[in-house]
């Protein structure tokens, strides 16, 4: 029961972050993307890019509360099969929706951002599926839910190391991206690149 009681307030927390992404993607994304570039093509570009993803973060967070929780249980396999419904769905679409194929409209950056967020929230849906139908050990209740102050200072008291982590992981690289945009874009693109190979060798690891 007290297991059951700190996943709903995770969910409620998730729900809370959803709505703060929702504000930022569609009032500040601009504003953040003109930090690193003033350059009006790439800022377009990226604006795009982001407020999709932002805007549509509900389907990444919601999922990832579901995929813990379960995982909290001792599951592994059904939040592995949640991570590769997103996966596969994300590079299934992304070439459909960028290029046009099949008779959908050519979107370019938009349709990466649509293809990731679809991926998202294909994933939210079969988490939220096996957690309303599935036999496991945590319900999440949020019909007549009442917050408890100490269940979220209690959650908040063990997850704030792991904020800390993720914050100086990702001010480091924001510092990165400033400076090496002074040089050129190209060194920014260089930098993501990389990035990009090193979860490809950390994140199996």
């Known amino acids: 029961q007290a297991a ?3 996943a709903s307030h995770g969910y409620i927390i998730n729900i809370a972050y959803s709505i703060m992404m929702v ?5 500040f994304a601009k504003n953040a ?11 377009d570009l990226t604006t795009q890019y982001i407020s999709i993803i932002m ?36 590079i299934i ?26 991926g998202q929230i294909l994933s939210f849906l079969y988490i939220s599926v096996v957690i309303r139908n599935g036999r496991h050990e945590v319900d ?15 959650i908040y008291v ?4 792991g904020i800390i982590m993720q914050s100086l992981g990702s001010v480091m690289l924001t510092g ?10 190209t060194a920014v693109a260089v930098l993501g690149v990389y990035f990009k190979l090193q979860s490809i060798i950390i994140m199996p690891m």
């Open 4 to 6: 059951s009681n700190a």
């Open 23 to 27: 504000i930022i993607g569609v009032f």
């Open 33 to 43: 993307v003109s930090l690193f570039t003033d350059d009006p093509l790439l800022v």
């Open 55 to 90: 805007t549509f973060s509900f389907g990444r967070l919601l999922a990832q509360a579901g995929i813990s929780i379960l995982q909290g249980t001792g599951d592994m396999i059904k939040p592995m099969k949640a991570m590769l419904i997103g996966a596969i769905s994300n």
């Open 93 to 118: 679409l992304d070439p459909i929706f960028i290029f046009g194929w099949f008779g959908v409209p050519a979107m370019g950056i938009r349709g990466a951002a649509i293809a990731t967020v679809a």
């Open 140 to 154: 999440i209740r949020l019909r007549g839910f009442k917050p408890n102050k100490r269940v979220f200072k209690d």
């Open 158 to 161: 063990v997850a704030l190391p």
């Open 176 to 185: 990165l991206n400033i400076i090496l945009i002074g040089f050129t874009p």
